[in-house]
């Protein structure tokens, strides 16, 4: 997981520094604009759904309850630290850094996108269920549909975020303890 974590990290740190300090879309910005701008308000509206706070802040109970069920104590106190961890790194050190606008706001990565992942990933990480990945990969792309459409971000700015709160979200977690196999002598 730390490989992933440190490639992830990596790939958000450098996919902005094209971006860094300007307001210009690049042509796979421009492009996926495109590709979405014949939605309706309404329909666009729906897509960002995931990542309003109480959607958020929701999935993220869930993974917590989901832990202290397990008897995961750790692992409750990291999967609601971990999300707040990786929305202030975005706001308080990367948005800055980047520079990057769009409407009068900061916009590289997205905060929208790191806090609606970094929940994910912690659920699929408790989880480890397949049916959590393939319906965290649809709630990513409909809500990163609905960001680019509804202009409040870029493309890249989506995958950046999606990028740096893997990072975190990996980096910071307990690697998973293998359970002896019981003896049968």
Request: hydrophobic share 55%; with cysteine; aromatic share 6%.
């Amino acid at each position: 997981m730390r490989t992933i974590a440190a490639v992830c990290g990596l790939l958000a740190l450098l996919l902005g520094l094209p971006f860094a300090g300007g307001t210009t879309p690049g042509a796979v910005d421009a492009a996926a604009a495109g590709a979405v701008a014949d939605l309706s308000p309404g329909v666009l509206r729906a897509l960002v759904l995931p990542t309003e706070p109480y959607v958020v802040l929701a999935l993220g109970l869930l993974g917590v309850f989901l832990c202290l069920r397990a008897g995961r104590r750790l692992e409750a106190g990291l999967a609601l630290a971990v999300p707040v961890l990786a929305i202030l790194l975005t706001s308080w050190l990367l948005k800055p850094l980047y520079d990057r606008w769009k409407n009068n706001t900061l916009v590289y990565p997205s905060g929208h996108t790191v806090s609606l992942v970094a929940v994910l990933t912690v659920l699929v990480l408790v989880t480890r269920r397949v049916v959590v990945v393939v319906l965290s990969a649809v709630a990513l792309l409909a809500a990163a549909a609905g960001l680019v459409g509804l202009g409040y971000h870029y493309l890249t700015d989506v995958v950046g975020g999606t990028l740096f709160a893997v990072a975190v979200v990996l980096v910071s977690w307990p690697a998973r303890r293998h359970e002896p196999a019981p003896s049968t002598g």
